[in-house]
């Protein structure tokens, strides 16, 4: 079992900062990837951004440039700096974690992120 905690989120203004953190515990072992997904209301879940094991990175186009994940291996952290924040940013956001050999993908319960204009 693996259990994630998201922190973070909150109501910020178009052009703000947020920093989003996600915090592993449980059975945390051969980790494959850690990562962001969010949904906004009517619409599907979408990867944000996710690191590997490796530290290799991938965004969504629409975040490239302006989000930055970063992963804390000796803490268990997965954290999202979100910067220069839209409104179409507004969305829960959910922690994943992908284990090697594991059939099914680990989720936080998500955290509201609102951007108003």
């Known amino acids: 079992q693996v259990q994630l905690v998201e922190s973070g989120g909150g109501l910020v203004q178009a052009g703000g900062s947020l920093r989003l953190s996600c915090v592993a515990s449980?059975?945390?072992?051969?980790?494959?990837?850690m990562g962001w997904y969010r949904q906004a209301p009517g619409k599907q879940r979408e990867l944000v951004a996710r690191i590997t094991d490796t530290g290799s990175t991938n965004y969504a186009d629409s975040v490239k440039g302006r989000f930055t994940i970063s992963r804390e291996n000796a803490k268990n952290t997965v954290s999202l700096q979100m910067n220069s924040l839209k409104p179409e940013d507004t969305a829960v956001y959910y922690c994943n974690l992908v284990r090697w050999g594991s059939a099914m993908d680990s989720w936080g319960k998500g955290i509201l992120v609102t951007v108003s204009s």
């Open positions: 449980g059975s945390i072992f051969s980790i494959k990837t």
